[in-house]
């Protein structure tokens, strides 16, 4: 065989390799038939697990969708970049009493406002005008054990049928992972704030 013919022996391999990834794929997209609400968790120590949470919501309003966001840990001197868009559009929107921060744990005023917090996620997941709802930050509330695990879980299988919603945090507790239907868990590989980098206005918070 010479160079030429190696060549397109090479190409019509390609070819060939990519008419089956093709059927494989359209194999797939035809078997995923079933319409209905799924639940996401965002996990793990990597960044980027409550922006994807609030990308979603974006994408989802782009759609004229309706919204629900409950955040479970208000960053103690940081506003919410993303929460300062979110506002001008007509989304339910609850962050957990200004005591709780990442600081402060254990305190009588936290479980107070981790109550309140959950108490408003159940209106959420009880509102079947709600497309979409982000719990963010919600895996910390179940490790510090202010709110029941099994209560979550009836709540999340209780809400109306076509209701997404997305749990973001770390350490996400092995009985909401397995209840998910997405679960993706972000891997720190780096992290600017190692190298002395501070927290960026804009792109941390
Ligand atoms: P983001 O809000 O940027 O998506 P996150 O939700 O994945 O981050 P959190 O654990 O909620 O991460 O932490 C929020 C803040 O901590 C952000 O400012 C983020 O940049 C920073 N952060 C996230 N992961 C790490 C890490 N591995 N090391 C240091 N700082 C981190
Ligand atoms: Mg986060």
């Given at each position: 065989?010479n ?18 990834i093709?059927?494989?794929?359209a194999?797939?997209?035809?078997q995923?038939?079933e ?6 968790v ?15 919501v974006?994408r989802?309003?782009?759609h ?12 103690s ?6 929460m300062?868009i979110?506002k ?14 990442w600081e ?7 479980k ?9 996620s ?10 979409i ?13 202010y709110?029941e ?5 009836e ?7 076509m209701?997404h919603?997305?749990?973001t ?12 239907d ?8 780096k ?15």
């Open positions: 065989m160079n030429e013919e190696k060549l397109a022996n090479k190409e019509q391999k390609h070819v060939e390799r990519q008419k089956r093709k059927a494989e794929v194999e797939r997209v035809a995923a038939t319409e209905r609400g799924v639940l996401v965002i996990t793990g120590n990597g960044k980027g697990k409550s922006t994807s949470g609030f990308g979603t974006l989802a309003i782009g004229g969708q309706q919204a629900g966001i409950v955040q479970f840990i208000k960053g001197k940081w506003e919410c970049g993303e300062n979110l001008q559009f007509p989304v339910k929107h609850h962050v957990m009493g200004t005591g709780f921060t402060t744990q254990s305190t009588e005023t936290d107070a406002a981790a109550k309140v917090a959950w108490q408003k159940k209106e959420m997941l009880s509102d079947e005008t709600l497309d709802v982000l719990l963010d930050e919600m895996t910390y509330m179940v490790k510090y054990g709110i695990l099994d209560e979550i879980i709540a999340l299988n209780n809400r109306p049928k209701q919603v997305l749990i945090g770390r350490a996400c507790h092995r009985r909401l992972i397995e209840l998910a997405t679960v993706s868990e972000v891997q720190p590989i992290h600017a704030f190692k190298a002395g980098v501070k927290a960026q206005k804009g792109l941390d918070w």
